[in-house]
């Protein structure tokens, strides 16, 4: 809301989305082609602010500096995991009371025989809508001289549910030098008649692309599943398996979900973050691992942002939409106008939906 102070040259060269306040139009004009502000943006439920991530929406509402106004207001009403607001103290703690989840039980992971595990790659087909989603966990163990190259040990795929398709030992191509049992829970007869890397490998790819060529693997329309994972590439490397990016979402490299310097958050810290449980203390499962990263890829997927015929920048009927524009023209346009026409530089989640 305008202050009565405030000149009405500040107020129509404040950025329409994360109320930045320009001295001149044409360096707001900058701002926003530079910004890629969207809908898909984390935005504040009080103020309307648009954050890059989630880090900086809970700065905002929570602090350590927050926005006083909003954080009042917060404190009674706002989910501390989803960061959404609610209309009474009372939903407010139904609903965080829901968003809070727990860890999964952990009996059934210790009931689970060490060897032998599930790797007959099944999974229920019974859904009607877009492609199937998966999520991949590895655990690590140590070769190389030092024990010190991650070699993959444990290998785990869920579905959308959290049920188990996929959990097996693998046996590394090359010597174990450190089977790092504090955290991996594995020990060398373990993996003596494991499955072979070569063959995880082979069958985990034939499952991703569900008998789709790898070079026809598309986003919509076909049976290649989206397979969601936690720093994926070093998964994928180590697997040394091949996955197109576009079927791919990764939990660390999302930027709703990473920290304000753009680097990533710890599948652990967002874990606890958003969905409020302890993970990895102790000996870990790739399970849970999976579990974690499945609900984490919900949360983001299942946001309600407002449909657009062209949600990406980088969707060619958008391409240049800022720079097709002549300066004059922009500079003419009001903040609002100026943001309706703005688009997201990454591929939101909710787009999967
Ligand atoms: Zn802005
Ligand atoms: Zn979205
Ligand atoms: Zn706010
Ligand atoms: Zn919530």
């Not at 809301?1 to 009565?4: E, G, H, L, V, Y």
């Not at 691992?289 to 990406?312: F, G, N, T, W």
């Given at each position: 809301?305008?202050?009565?102070n405030e000149s009405s040259?500040?107020?129509?060269?404040?950025?329409?989305?994360?109320?930045?306040?320009?001295?001149?139009?044409?360096?707001?004009?900058?701002?926003?082609?530079?910004?890629?502000?969207?809908?898909?943006?984390?935005?504040?439920?009080?103020?309307?602010?648009?954050?890059?991530?989630?880090?900086?929406?809970?700065?905002?509402?929570?602090?350590?500096?927050?926005?006083?106004?909003?954080?009042?207001?917060?404190?009674?009403?706002?989910?501390?995991?989803?960061?959404?607001?609610?209309?009474?103290?009372?939903?407010?703690?139904?609903?965080?009371?829901?968003?809070?989840?727990?860890?999964?039980?952990?009996?059934?992971?210790?009931?689970?025989?060490?060897?032998?595990?599930?790797?007959?790659?099944?999974?229920?087909?019974?859904?009607?809508?877009?492609?199937?989603?998966?999520?991949?966990?590895?655990?690590?163990?140590?070769?190389?001289?030092?024990?010190?190259?991650?070699?993959?040990?444990?290998?785990?795929?869920?579905?959308?549910?959290?049920?188990?398709?996929?959990?097996?030992?693998?046996?590394?191509?090359?010597?174990?030098?450190?089977?790092?049992?504090?955290?991996?829970?594995?020990?060398?007869?373990?993996?003596?008649?494991?499955?072979?890397?070569?063959?995880?490998?082979?069958?985990?790819?034939?499952?991703?692309?569900?008998?789709?060529?790898?070079?026809?693997?598309?986003?919509?329309?076909?049976k290649a599943r989206i397979?969601?994972?936690?720093?994926?590439?070093?998964?994928?490397?180590?697997?040394?398996?091949?996955?197109?990016?576009?079927?791919?979402?990764?939990?660390?490299?999302?930027?709703?979900?990473?920290?304000?310097?753009?680097?990533?958050?710890?599948?652990?810290?967002?874990?606890?973050?958003?969905?409020?449980?302890?993970?990895?203390?102790?000996?870990?499962?790739?399970?849970?691992?999976?579990?974690?990263?499945?609900?984490?890829?919900?949360?983001?997927?299942?946001?309600?942002?407002?449909?657009?015929?062209?949600?990406?920048?980088?969707?060619?009927?958008?391409?240049?939409?800022?720079?097709?524009?002549?300066?004059?023209?922009?500079?003419r346009m009001s903040p609002?106008?100026?943001?309706?026409?703005?688009?997201?530089?990454?591929?939101?989640?909710?787009?999967?939906?």
């Open positions: 809301m305008a202050s009565r040259d500040t107020l129509r060269n404040k950025c329409a989305a994360c109320f930045r306040q320009f001295n001149k139009m044409e360096h707001l004009v900058e701002h926003m082609r530079i910004s890629y502000h969207s809908v898909h943006e984390p935005i504040c439920g009080i103020c309307k602010k648009h954050c890059r991530s989630f880090e900086s929406l809970r700065e905002h509402l929570i602090g350590p500096l927050p926005k006083q106004e909003c954080k009042i207001i917060f404190d009674v009403v706002g989910c501390k995991f989803c960061l959404t607001i609610l209309d009474s103290y009372n939903s407010r703690m139904i609903h965080q009371g829901r968003c809070q989840l727990s860890n999964v039980n952990a009996g059934l992971i210790a009931r689970m025989p060490n060897l032998g595990l599930r790797d007959n790659l099944t999974i229920d087909s019974g859904y009607t809508r877009g492609p199937q989603v998966v999520a991949l966990a590895c655990k690590m163990v140590g070769g190389g001289n030092d024990g010190s190259v991650d070699l993959c040990g444990r290998i785990c795929l869920i579905d959308e549910n959290e049920n188990i398709i996929f959990h097996t030992y693998v046996k590394p191509p090359v010597p174990v030098a450190n089977f790092r049992y504090e955290s991996s829970g594995i020990r060398p007869e373990y993996l003596r008649d494991a499955m072979p890397l070569r063959l995880v490998q082979s069958k985990v790819q034939n499952f991703l692309c569900n008998g789709e060529p790898l070079w026809k693997v598309r986003p919509r329309g076909g397979l969601v994972g936690h720093c994926l590439d070093h998964d994928l490397d180590l697997l040394q398996l091949e996955y197109p990016a576009m079927m791919i979402r990764d939990t660390a490299k999302y930027p709703p979900l990473m920290k304000t310097s753009k680097l990533s958050n710890s599948l652990k810290y967002l874990t606890q973050a958003y969905l409020g449980y302890d993970i990895q203390t102790g000996i870990q499962d790739p399970y849970e691992d999976c579990v974690a990263i499945m609900r984490l890829y919900m949360r983001m997927r299942s946001q309600k942002h407002a449909p657009e015929d062209y949600p990406l920048a980088s969707d060619p009927q958008n391409r240049n939409n800022f720079a097709s524009w002549r300066q004059a023209e922009l500079e609002e106008e100026m943001l309706a026409i703005s688009r997201s530089d990454y591929y939101c989640w909710c787009l999967d939906s």
